[in-house]
């Protein structure tokens, strides 16, 4: 957001912008004043070196069993949702089409630079709980709070609103964006993105009182289901000829198939099926929208 704010050529959008800058300065100094203290009341590196297996020790190594399992279960799903954002996910565009379009690629790689930092801060601290043998269920905040003073819990309690109001402010907009332009033709454009704000709140509390749901879960499962529309508009993008029928059944196929494989296995708590979920949703959309278009065309 503070690089959409600086290549911004709409006036109109410097007011929230500037919202978004002010949150991510608060992510970013809250970030690196809790590494530091943390570091200094841990033992520094050489608890976050011990911390990197986990607190049992037995994630040493990638190519271990146990290492193995944790990259078929979370790190290739994961990677695959993460590489998928920029292209499936609506408040990627919506900040493409605030910037300058000589500047779009500067922007966003500036942008990733910034956002690297915050997973970075707040991996330190995991594995600096980890090498204390700290175990909890919130792992920093419950780390934060019982090895820090006090007075640290506002400034990360503020970093953590800041990014979780930044997240939703951008979904809310995105989410407005696209009703409009399906509803909103010769309406009151105002009134129909407002509702669908107040809609997308109250199904999205209503999710999160699930019982049982992780946080974890639920972005492994966002980033499957944004995983289905990659291959389709990276092919768009090179000018492949795609039709509209063929990426709608490359897209169905994906959702239909893999999630479901992606679903069983994090309820199973099974990583191979995990992470055949994922890669299935992300190659049926493009193999079936390239076949689907190819018949069509001969049709």
Do not use: H
Not at 41 to 63: I, N, P, Q, W
Not at 166 to 171: C, E, F, G, L, M
């Amino acid at each position: 957001a503070a690089i959409a704010y600086s290549y911004s050529r709409f006036s109109g959008l410097k007011a929230s912008i500037i919202t978004d800058v002010v949150q991510l300065g608060i992510i970013l100094m809250g970030g690196a004043l809790l590494v530091v203290l943390s570091l200094r009341m841990t033992g520094g590196f050489d608890t976050v070196r011990a911390g990197l297996g986990a607190v049992s020790g037995e994630y040493t190594s990638l190519t271990s069993s146990t290492g193995i399992e944790v990259l078929l279960g979370y790190g290739l799903p994961m990677a695959v949702g993460l590489i998928s954002g920029p292209f499936g996910d609506q408040c990627f565009w919506q900040r493409a089409f605030a910037i300058r379009r000589d500047r779009i690629g500067r922007s966003f790689f500036a942008g990733a630079l910034l956002f690297a930092l915050v997973p970075i801060c707040m991996g330190t601290v995991g594995f600096l709980a980890a090498g204390s043998g700290f175990v909890a269920g919130m792992v920093n905040f419950e780390f934060v709070s019982s090895l820090l003073p006090t007075w640290v819990l506002v400034p990360f309690l503020f970093m953590i609103i800041s990014g979780l109001l930044s997240t939703v402010d951008s979904n809310l907009c995105a989410a407005a964006s696209l009703t409009t332009d399906w509803l909103g033709i010769g309406k009151d454009t105002v009134q129909t993105s407002r509702r669908t704000m107040l809609c997308l709140l109250i199904v999205a509390i209503a999710i999160a009182n699930i019982p049982g749901l992780t946080v974890t879960y639920l972005f492994l499962f966002y980033g499957t289901l944004r995983a289905s529309t990659l291959l389709p508009t990276v092919m768009t993008l090179l000018g492949k000829k795609l039709t509209g029928k063929g990426v709608f059944a490359g897209v169905l196929t994906a959702l239909c198939v893999g999630l479901p494989i992606f679903a069983y296995g994090n309820l199973a708590g099974i990583p191979a099926v995990k992470a055949a979920g994922s890669l299935t949703t992300v190659l049926s959309s493009g193999l079936v929208a390239i076949i689907a278009s190819r018949k069509a065309v001969k049709a």
